[in-house]
Nanobody, 124 residues
Framework: QVQLVESGGGLVQAGDSLRLSCTASLRAFSRYAMGWFRQAPGKEREFVGFISYSGSSTAYADSVKGRFTISRDNAKNTVYLQMNSLRSEDMAVYYC?????????????????WGQGTQVTVSS
């Protein structure tokens, strides 16, 4: 049974930093590219960031570029989302997703597995 489990969400103040983690039970985790998405209340899920299966390339939504950084630790089967300079508009449930052998961000429907999400709340 494949599981992706997000953690690290919580309540922070605007301007603060937070690091989210996503740990996967995937066999051969290093073969999967990983993406981060978020969904705010009343809004559609949106792309946040991506890291290729090799870890050699990343991509970010314009709204988070320069503030968020995605990385991975294959020894721990974990992908991270470092979130700096958080704003109220970053408040959402954050999801991680896995896609086999991707080097570029696939569409939302192109991911093989999804986690259940972790809540990030930003106060101001």
């Amino acid at each position: 049974q494949v599981q992706l489990v997000e953690s690290g969400g919580g309540l922070v103040q605007a301007g603060d930093s937070l690091r989210l983690s996503c740990t996967a039970s995937l066999r051969a985790f290093s073969r999967y590219a990983m993406g981060w998405f978020r969904q705010a209340p009343g809004k559609e899920r949106e792309f946040v960031g991506f890291i290729s299966y090799s870890g050699s390339s990343t991509a970010y939504a314009d709204s988070v570029k320069g503030r968020f950084t995605i990385s991975r630790d294959n020894a721990k089967n974990t992908v991270y989302l470092q979130m700096n300079s958080l704003r109220s508009e970053d408040m959402a449930v954050y999801y991680c997703a896995a896609r086999l052998f991707a080097t570029q961000p696939p569409p939302e429907g192109g991911y093989n597995y999804w986690g259940q999400g972790t809540q990030v709340t930003v106060s101001s």
